[in-house]
């Protein structure tokens, strides 16, 4: 099992800037991508943002290049998401996501963190 802690999230005006962390324990060796999603109110679950375990491979949303950056610390098996130049469609409740080297998918989740950004 791998356990997710995400923290970071809150209220901040459009233009402004955020930093979530997502901090992973347990069976952090079965790990092969981290991920964060986020899900506005009445919309599906969407990607944003992956990182490789081994901090390698990047990949972002459309919506967020050039905006948001993702990194990870591997001392403390953290990965961050460096939100700026906010704007109000970025509110959603963000998670952090840990993709299986065994299995393929995104199998384990943190509990979510609420940002929410006002014009």
């Known amino acids: 099992q791998v356990q997710l802690v995400e923290s970071g999230g809150g209220l901040v005006q459009a233009g402004g800037s955020l930093r979530l962390s997502c901090a992973a324990s347990g069976r952090t060796f079965s790990i092969y991508r981290m991920g964060w999603f986020r899900q506005a109110p009445g919309k599906e679950r969407e990607f944003v943002a992956a990182?490789?375990?081994?901090?390698?491979?990047?990949s972002y949303a459309d919506s967020v290049k050039g905006r948001f950056t993702i990194s990870r610390d591997n001392a403390k098996n953290t990965v961050y998401l460096q939100m700026n130049s906010l704007k109000p469609e970025d509110t959603a409740v963000y998670y952090c996501?840990?993709?299986?080297?065994?299995?393929?998918?995104?199998?384990?989740w943190g509990q979510g963190t609420q940002v929410t950004v006002s014009s």
């Open positions: 996501a840990a993709q299986s080297s065994v299995t393929g998918d995104y199998k384990y």
């Open positions: 990182i490789s375990w081994s901090g390698v491979a990047i």
